[in-house]
């Protein structure tokens, strides 16, 4: 193989490689987009070189061109040969996650929630929340925002393609959170923002019974297929409590500041509690 080969490219990611003075081979990844995907890359074969980490290799590509690793030529030995393969996914595939993370319940502090039956669409597991008094949601975790959709109008048919407008956000350990049922053209970030807990990411849409409801879920993605992974979330609860939540039963919203500054960096924290 030649120094240099981009050995993948979608429209916005790239993987290349190039070979140093001594025969080495280092890895990079481009990402041309305004938020962070992850890279799986696996060798089918390697000779004639070492090579020290777990496969497959796994890392989050933040815009820009990120060090990926390096495979080491051995001594007295022809340059190295490879084969790998390279795959790309929106949020790690293999994440190592909290299953007691505390996130806080999508709608301004001190708001009320009743919890809605499961809603399943296209097999997704997802939390409704019918809001009581409000229509703000807010964001139950850090993260970047990675999709969304705004320009749905809630009274197209559904036999038409009616969808739900959405944002998801992508966390720190690298799990998804999407929020949907947005009111049109109500969601007030972009692509690529940094969203804290606690703030307002839009206005949910109205329900039959004239009330709001935001639904949300929490899933990776899927190292073997194009499938999603769903979780189920625990919420920060009034007295501190961290537990799922039951269906029927009405919540309100607390926000903690050790929670919203959980994962901030030194930077957010000084701008958060500014704002205080």
Not at 25 to 32: I, K, L, M, P, R
Not at 81 to 93: A, L
Not at 201 to 230: C, P, T
Request: glycine share 6%; aromatic share 12%; hydrophobic share 35%.
């Amino acid at each position: 193989m030649l120094p240099g080969l981009w050995l993948s490219a979608q429209n916005e990611y790239q993987v290349k490689y190039d070979l140093d003075a001594v025969g080495n081979v280092n890895f990079s990844a481009d990402n041309y987009s305004t938020f962070p995907v992850y890279v799986a890359l696996d060798f089918s074969y390697l000779e004639n070189a070492s090579f020290s980490e777990k496969l497959p290799f796994i890392k989050r590509v933040n815009p820009g061109t990120n060090s990926l690793f390096t495979i080491y030529c051995e001594t007295d030995m022809p340059g190295p040969d490879f084969n790998i393969e390279i795959k790309w996914f929106i949020s790690d595939p293999s994440p190592e996650v909290d299953p007691e993370y505390p996130y806080l319940i999508p709608v301004s502090s001190g708001s009320e929630v009743l919890v809605t039956s499961e809603i399943e669409k296209e097999n997704n597991r997802s939390i409704g929340f019918e809001l009581i008094g409000s229509d703000e949601v807010v964001a139950s975790r850090k993260g970047i925002v990675i999709r969304l959709i705004n320009n749905n109008h809630p009274n197209l048919p559904t036999e038409k393609g009616k969808q739900f407008n959405l944002v998801q956000l992508l966390h720190e350990d690298g799990t998804i959170g999407e929020y949907y049922n947005f009111a049109y053209h109500q969601i007030n970030c972009k692509l690529g923002q940094t969203v804290l807990p606690g703030q307002i990411i839009g206005k949910a849409n109205r329900i039959e019974n004239n009330n709001y409801m935001v639904g949300f879920s929490l899933f990776h993605s899927d190292l073997n297929s194009k499938n999603k992974i769903f979780l189920i979330p625990e919420f920060l609860l009034e007295g501190s409590k961290i537990s799922q939540v039951e269906m029927g039963k009405v919540y309100k919203s607390v926000q903690d500041e050790k929670i919203i500054i959980k994962e901030l960096s030194g930077k957010e924290k000084r701008e958060y509690k500014k704002q205080l």
